[in-house]
């Protein structure tokens, strides 16, 4: 598929770029306040040359439209100031798919490509938000075919703002129900995976999405899996967040108050 001219597909960072962040699976909400605090101040006060948003940044996005609700235009004008000090780049995650051009005309931000191939510090990582390559999750890959056409697309996003937040609603009310329960994500597909690395022509892929934090090194191949973000447990054991860092000598994970 062709992409859009406003889609970055595959970037070679400057020289100028020292130090770059990879966060995702920040699902943000208003009913998840400390989340959305720690993100807005990390975003604030990252000393990263670079940020990369790698999918489901939002719980859902019903479309550009409703950025100027009260909640989503503060999370709008946190990915702006950033992106007015750093430059910012975003992928589409399974829950903020319907994020376009005007949004990324209103933050600064640009739209990267899924996957797309980043080259720094004489290397070069695969980035994506990494649910194309779950493809054990068969009503997931029917329902993610479906969602990303861009007919269906279309049709959604001309159903008025109140209809589509309805269905945002009902979404968020299943999810709710389900906050408390183990949940278990599919994972990765290692021969995609492969196949995907050896196209890009690099060993390391950077993803989101399974909620498997982690560094996994397999024969011949690296990747770094990103935390999802979750603060507003009331079990301290059980908040997480994370950036993984990554610089010329290497890949760290980090606390978002100290980056």
């Not at 493809?135 to 969602?147: H, N």
């Not at 109140?162 to 183990?182: C, Q, T, V, Y």
């Not at 690296?222 to 447990?233: K, N, Q």
Request: aromatic content about 8%.
């Amino acid at each position: 598929m062709s992409l859009p001219a406003s889609f970055d597909a595959d970037l070679k960072l400057g020289d100028d770029i020292h130090v770059v962040d990879f966060i995702s699976d920040i699902h943000l909400s208003d009913s998840m306040p400390a989340t959305a605090d720690a993100w807005a101040a990390y975003m604030a006060r990252t000393s990263a040359d670079a940020v990369f948003l790698l999918g489901d940044i939002f719980e859902v996005w019903v479309g550009d439209d409703a950025r100027t609700r009260p909640f989503e235009a503060r999370c709008t004008q946190v990915i702006a100031d950033t992106a007015a000090r750093v430059p910012v780049w975003m992928q589409h995650g399974n829950r903020d798919f319907l994020i376009g051009a005007d949004f990324a005309a209103a933050t600064g931000a640009r739209l990267l490509a899924d996957p797309a191939a980043v080259t720094a510090f004489g290397r070069t990582v695969l980035l994506t938000h990494g649910d194309e390559l779950c493809v054990d999750d068969v009503p997931y890959q029917v329902f993610r075919q479906q969602v990303r056409d861009p007919a269906y697309q279309r049709q959604l996003l001309a159903q008025p703002l109140e209809a589509r937040l309805a269905l945002a609603a009902r979404m968020r009310a299943a999810s709710m129900a389900r906050h408390d329960e183990p949940v278990t994500y599919a994972d990765v597909d290692e021969t995609m995976a492969k196949a995907w690395l050896a196209k890009a022509g690099t060993d390391t892929m950077i993803h989101g999405h399974t909620h498997r934090p982690g560094t996994q090194v397999r024969e011949g191949w690296t990747r770094h899996v990103l935390t999802d973000w979750d603060l507003d447990r009331p079990q301290p054991e059980a908040r997480r967040a994370q950036v993984l860092r990554w610089t010329a000598a290497g890949f760290a994970r980090i606390a978002p108050e100290q980056a």
